[in-house]
Structure formats: structure tokens, C-alpha cells
């Protein structure tokens, strides 16, 4: 059993695509264990992507991520990490196939609707990022 965060990014909650995101979450297999709404602040958009504030897109990556809410989620599952990315595409949206969720919602490289954790170390990074412990027991309560 694995956890991964998974985002719904501004451009897609913006679309109110919510409802499709989250049931191809589940029909993948994939379980929502927590799951909040919340708008990034910029200094939590570059904690969040620190490992990518020499890439030159840093700066339109911030604006991007903190222009409108977003959805958080832990996902967990038998290979959470890769089923995620499987069904999330390849990061450039106009190259990824209508089955993938970045194919269905995203638009651009940047704008590429949902985030996934990429390894079990990114993985234990975000979710501690963006939730409390208290937040990940609901489900063993
Ligand atoms: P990933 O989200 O598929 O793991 P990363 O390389 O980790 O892709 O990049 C993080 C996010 O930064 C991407 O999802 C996308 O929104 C944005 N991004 C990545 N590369 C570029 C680029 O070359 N130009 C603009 N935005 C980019
Ligand atoms: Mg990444």
C-alpha cells in the first residue's frame, strides 16, 4: 500500500472539473483518503515547488499555482505513486492522450490541470507540505 498527493490544479478547479477528476481517481483503483479545497499563497507555491526555483518557469509556475484554488488529495493504493502519474499523462498537456486527465482538462505544459507526486520521498515531502496528521487518521479511526 502507497500514498501520493494529488492536486487539482486552478485551471481545472476554474473548469469545475472536480466531479470527472475524482471519479477516474476511483475507477482507477485509487483511494481518497483526505481531500481539502485551499488557495496557495505564493510563499507556499514556492515552498511547495522549492525544487524547481532555479528552472527558469519558476516565477509563472507561482502565478499559476496561487491564480485560483485548489484541490489537495491523498491518494493511496497498491503503486499509488505510478497509477497517478499513469492516469494524470506526461507534464505537456497538448501531447498527452484523451484517456489521461491532463489530455481531457489541461491545455499547455504549464497549464496541465493536476499534479502527482513523482517518488516516495516527493511523495512524504507534500503531503506533510499540505496536511495535518490529524487530517491522514480519519480513515483508521
Ligand atoms: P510534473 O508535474 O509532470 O511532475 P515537473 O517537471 O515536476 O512536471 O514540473 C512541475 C510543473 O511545472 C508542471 O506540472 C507544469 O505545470 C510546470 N512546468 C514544467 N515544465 C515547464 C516548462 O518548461 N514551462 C512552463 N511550465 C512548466
Ligand atoms: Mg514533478
Redesign the pocket.
Known sequence: MERTLGLIKPDATAKMAHGPIMTAITEAGLKIVACKSMRLSAAEAAGF?AV?SERP?FG??VEYMTSGPIVAMVLEGDDAIQKWRDLMGP?DATKAGPETLRGRFGTS??N?AV?GS?APDTAAFEIGFLFAGRELEALSR
Do not use: S
Open positions: 515547488y524547481h518557469f509563472e509556475l507534464t505544459l504549464q496541465n499534479h513523482d
